[in-house]
């Protein structure tokens, strides 16, 4: 459990840190509207946001030594999915900017 949540947060802090320079530099754009409305509100509330997010995972990962409850793992597993995905599109873009 506490290596799908490791990984989570790694893809979480590449969704931050690849939306931001993505959103920056005009060749995404957000597609989360509550996301989107604190981007343009403020590019730095928009990390901190995402940022609160990583911070909440070490925290949950240093204080809780064994999670054994199936709602937490089925979550983890559909959001490590869904930030998958988003990784992979990320990826896309960036590689294409790249090529």
Sequence with gaps: MKRL???LLVLNLFDAVATFIGLNLNMIEEVN?????LYQKDPLLF??????FSIFLIILLYYVKDI??????YISVA???GYGTVAG???YWILHYIA
């Design 5 to 7: 949540l490791i990984l």
């Design 33 to 37: 509207p509550m996301m989107a409305g």
């Design 47 to 52: 990390l901190g946001v995402k940022a609160f």
């Design 68 to 73: 054994r409850s199936l709602l937490v793992k």
């Design 79 to 81: 959001a490590v999915l």
């Design 89 to 91: 599109i990320h990826l």
